[in-house]
């Protein structure tokens, strides 16, 4: 340590919020209030930069069931069964260790869905590296996906979706993003609240240890840096096996109506359980530590309440059914120990044995950190680099290959193969077979559709439309799948927000979520934020994941995005207007630059409405929302997927104006690519491009006119499978 | 063919038990979950082993599962020659507890893959699709062990070509014990009951099985 510097500043705290803790406590907190005023206090925990942006976004539906502040988001499925999901950021605990930077980051969402009583069906992440040719970005990439693996099969939920890009500014600060979904009977879910004086607060699951101390605020609430190796402790280790046994345990607990409520221990473990639990229930609680089961002996209190070991959930029991919770945890295999009580007193009193050896009101230590204003200031013009990897006047049939070759486009069956997508039984359609995963809820009669994304570099272009852009691919996604969405979560990736440029990213990017959700009426019903993501070369990109449930009446009625029979027309549908702006093709390039045109949502959403309608009525052979790479990338893949080929004419696109090389790679909003018989398609309005057949992609697009093989085109898109495996070594 | 009732056993770890429940039921029989405590099989006529990571398959797949209460029930109602059926984790428990011949290594890429797999049933050549998901499938015996165990029937699936990803010797991805009531294999025959999740082919595994009765 430092001489000089006050410990609250290593702790993260500034001088004023360290005036304004001893001004509510009347006197200056010891080694335990501090300890746990610098994690609750932090932004990982309080929100300080984000919080007044987020009151923006719309919150309400009427199948909403749930929204922000509980472990989880849900939404009424119907038949009383309702769909809770979330989505959340372990993104420095896995740029400094990935493997259980990444696996704690799954077991972290699947407490987060067990806690409010809903059985975990399905995980899906969304992860971004630097780019592949980096050694330091192949190690992050296997270790993250093995260690998303490694969690997710062991604890037997399906992996069912995900997106993977590689761009530089995620170089030093990857990202790993998990989600979970869970199925619940709406009755029976339970919030996170203390109630009941008097009644007992159980700790159950694994001891207690010294791994992940500080997490919250060493490590997620700073820019990484030179010296992260010493950072190492504070990540957490994961126990899927553990997390098996208590997940069975509680909802086993819930099932019998033993809880009166339920909270997991993430970031800041007992402090913020404990401490939220006590301030959404308007209650207090008093712990004792000497009680809570240690793997160290000698662990310190304040070791105690900060601690972020896994696989560990504090309830609230009345008195009299203790034992019979603490004989269902044996049954479990899995620990229990009554560390508390709920108290009147609107005050945390942390005790050791007799001692007491801190206490401070509930409401300075979970609501009382001061919320910030940003200060944002627009950049001049593109902060971030932009190698040029492909060279200029190379044939249309060498970009199509370098765009379908290029990781970002390139099948991710690497990675969704080490992960086990089918447990549960409910897996309708499997990672790239549809443009979202489908699970099938026999229980409610129906079933769910989920797509996750956020393309950072378009957000980098420009923050608003960026992110517009993102909820509406996941809307199209949901269309294509004959879904309406539910409601929608999201995980806001940032820099560090103090900075101006990063400010007015975040500032941006929220109205633009915000102003989407409202025109398409779809709510968000939670959702996480993870700022101070920067390496020495700078902040990521600023990257908004945004994920949306939809529910589809009939699984057995769910398009493809493969082409399915030869002699299908080929159409294109909805209001695409590609450029190159932000795309694909001009990264390579090395034209990147600000700007992107901004997409008319509500034609956007008419389009969906009828895509969604074509396919829950079984009109469609295929669809496919036109993406990274622009709707050649999209040709070739629902062709590769098929293993049919293709002959389109482009002259479409070129009367809306587009240049062939926009026609072909151009990216946008809105697009839509369908197959199936001509006078359906035109019955739906779609323009016809083409036909399915034959064994090569042929794209006459003017002077761009393309011919190839659908064996190179395929060879060129399976090739991050090589790549990564080489690699990985 | 018999209707049968089915126990699946339930270790802590177990990840696919339900699904195996749900099999057994859509194959036409009763089945119901038996706890990896309990010594009483209860009557059940057949058991299935699921698949998942039996206490978290710490030490070595199935090793310690093979200790289990149930598992001694198990070894006895195989002995009688009720039908056993080890999937994936529960061949590795079977294997563990010798009532099957053979050992699942680690597979030869040495990750864990999840992926739709064709099968080819010894005997009849009929081609199943079946899905695969795991880290540590790699059959491996001895030669004289691979040898008699083809002479004496007690194949029961290979990956058909180009569909042997864990490198298990000679394609096999199942085999019986001597007599054929206990069966284990490494791919998912309960993942490939329903044509919406993509194959009805692992019914034909339970039905073979509910035939060791007949």
């Known amino acids: ?127 971004r590296f630097g780019e592949l040719d980096s050694v330091r970005s192949r190690h992050l990439l296997d270790g993250a996906v093995r260690g998303i693996g490694h969690y997710g099969n062991s604890i037997g939920v399906a992996t069912v979706g995900g997106e993977i890009y590689f761009e530089e500014p995620y170089e030093h600060n990857c990202l ?97 359980s404990a401490g939220e639990m006590a301030s959404a229930g308007g209650v207090g609680i008093d712990l004792d530590v000497a009680r809570v089961p240690l793997r160290e002996a000698d662990m310190e209190p304040f070791e105690i309440m900060v601690s972020e070991s896994q696989e560990r959930m504090l309830g609230v029991v009345e008195p009299a059914r203790v034992a019979e919770v603490r004989a269902i945890c044996e049954k479990w295999q899995t620990g229990s120990a009554e560390i508390g009580v709920v108290t009147d007193t609107g005050a945390i009193r942390i005790l050791r044995g007799e001692e007491v050896v801190g206490e401070m009101p509930v409401a300075a230590l979970v609501d009382g950190c001061p919320l910030y204003d940003l200060e944002p200031a627009e950049p001049a013009g593109w902060i971030y680099g932009n190698r040029a990897t492909l060279a200029a006047g190379v044939s249309a049939e060498d970009e199509l290959l370098a765009l379908l070759a290029a990781p970002n486009i390139a099948s991710k069956r690497w990675a969704f193969e080490q992960y086990d997508s089918v447990v549960g039984s409910r897996t309708v359609r499997r990672p790239e077979q549809a443009d979202a995963a489908v699970l099938q809820l026999p229980e409610s009669g129906n079933a ?37 969405p539910l409601g929608l979560t999201n995980c806001l990736n940032f820099g560090n927000p103090e900075k101006p440029a990063t400010a007015w990213q975040l500032d941006r990017a929220v109205s633009g979520l915000a102003d989407v959700c409202t025109a398409l009426g779809v709510p968000v019903v939670g959702g996480n934020v993870s700022l101070y993501n920067e390496g020495p070369d700078g902040p990521i990109y600023p990257t908004p994941v945004v994920s949306m449930v939809g529910e589809v009446p009939d699984p057995a009625q769910v398009a493809g995005s493969a082409f399915a029979a030869a002699g299908d027309a080929i159409a294109l549908f909805g209001p695409f207007s590609p450029t190159l702006a ?14 992107l045109p901004q997409p008319d949502v509500s034609k956007v959403a008419n389009a969906c409405a009828q895509i969604r309608a ?79 057949g034959g064994t090569t992609i042929e ?29 990985a070594d | 063919m018999a209707f049968i009732k089915w126990g699946v056993l339930q270790f802590p770890g ?106 080819i049933e010894e005997g009849t050549g009929e081609r199943l699709s079946i899905p695969a998901k795991h880290g540590e499938g790699r059959y491996y015996a001895p030669e004289e062990t691979l040898d008699r165990l083809e002479a004496n029937g007690q194949v029961a699936y290979r990956y058909a070509d180009g569909h042997n990803s864990n490198g298990s010797l000679r394609d096999i991805a199942g085999v019986t014990n001597e007599r054929g009531n206990v069966l284990g294999l490494m791919p998912h025959p309960e993942h490939a009951v329903d044509p919406l999740t993509g194959s009805t082919d692992g019914l034909r595994v339970f039905e073979r099985m509910s035939g060791v009765l007949a």
């Not at chain 1, 957000?459 to 879904?483: F, H, K, M, R, S």
């Not at chain 1, 390579?588 to 630059?593: I, M, N, S, V």
């Not at chain 2, 039921?25 to 309990?38: M, Q, T």
């Open chain 1, 614 to 692: 074509a396919v829950r009525a079984g009109k469609l052979a295929s669809a496919h929302d036109v993406s990274d790479g622009g709707l050649a990338c999209a040709l070739a893949e629902s062709a590769i997927a098929g293993e049919l080929g293709c002959h389109v004419d482009l002259q479409p696109l070129r009367e809306r104006g587009c240049s062939p090389e926009e026609a072909l790679f151009g990216e946008g909003s809105g697009g839509f690519l369908l197959s199936g018989e001509r006078a359906v398609l035109e019955d739906l309005g779609a323009v016809l491009i083409g036909e399915v």
């Open chain 1, 1 to 127: 340590m430092t001489v000089g510097t006050p410990k609250y500043r290593e702790l993260g705290l500034t001088d004023s919020e360290y005036e304004l803790i001893v001004e509510k406590l009347g006197r200056e907190p010891n080694d335990v209030e501090l300890a746990m005023f610098s994690l609750l206090w932090s932004e990982h925990c309080a929100y300080k930069h984000s919080r007044k942006l987020l009151r923006r976004l719309p919150t309400e539906g009427e199948r909403v069931l749930m929204g922000p502040g509980e472990n989880a988001g849900a939404v009424d499925v119907g038949n009383g069964y309702a769909v809770a999901f979330k989505v959340e950021s372990h993104n420095h605990p896995s740029a400094v260790e990935p493997f259980e930077g990444a696996a704690t980051g799954v077991g972290g969402i699947l407490r987060d869905v067990f806690a409010i009583g809903a059985r975990p069906i399905a995980i899906l992440d969304s992860l």
């Open chain 1, 582 to 595: 932000g795309s694909e093709l001009a990264k390579q390039r090395g034209e990147l630059d600000v700007g």
């Open chain 2, 14 to 119: 177990s990840c696919d038990e339900r699904d195996a429940l749900h099999a057994c039921r859509i194959a036409g029989d009763e089945a119901r979950l038996i706890w990896h405590e309990d010594r009483d099989l209860g009557g059940v006529d057949g058991v299935v082993v699921p698949g998942g990571f039996s206490y978290g398959d710490y030490l070595r797949a199935g090793a310690i599962a093979r200790f289990s209460p149930a598992m001694e029930a198990v070894a006895e109602l195989a002995a009688a020659g009720g039908p056993v059926l080890g999937i994936c984790n529960g061949f590795q428990v079977l294997c563990e507890a010798g009532l099957l011949p053979g050992a699942l290594l680690r597979n030869a890429g040495l990750r864990f893959r999840c992926h739709q797999v064709e099968l």
């Open chain 1, 448 to 484: 769910i559709a989920v797509s996750i994304d956020g393309n950072g570099r378009r957000v980098a272009c420009d923050p608003y439309a960026g992110t517009i852009e993102a909820v509406l691919e996941c809307a199209q996604n949901l269309a294509c799948v004959g879904a309406e």
């Open chain 1, 176 to 272: 790993v993003n998990a989600m979970c979904i869970g199925l619940a009977k709406s009755a029976d879910m339970v919030r996170a609240a203390a109630a009941g004086v008097g009644n007992a607060v159980v700790l159950m699951g694994a001891a207690t240890g010294r791994d992940g101390i500080g997490g919250a605020s060493v490590l997620a609430s700073a820019e990484l840096g030179e010296g992260d190796e010493t950072k190492r402790p504070t990540v957490q280790i994961g126990d899927p096996f553990e997390e098996s046994k208590v997940l069975e345990c509680c909802l086993e607990l819930l099932e019998k109506g033993l809880l009166v409520s339920l909270q997991d221990l993430g970031a800041a473990g007992l402090t913020s």
């Open chain 1, 699 to 727: 794209i006459a697009a003017g002077d761009r006119s393309l011919v190839l093989g659908l064996g190179g085109a395929a060879s060129a898109w399976r090739s991050l499978d090589e790549k990564a495996e080489a690699l």
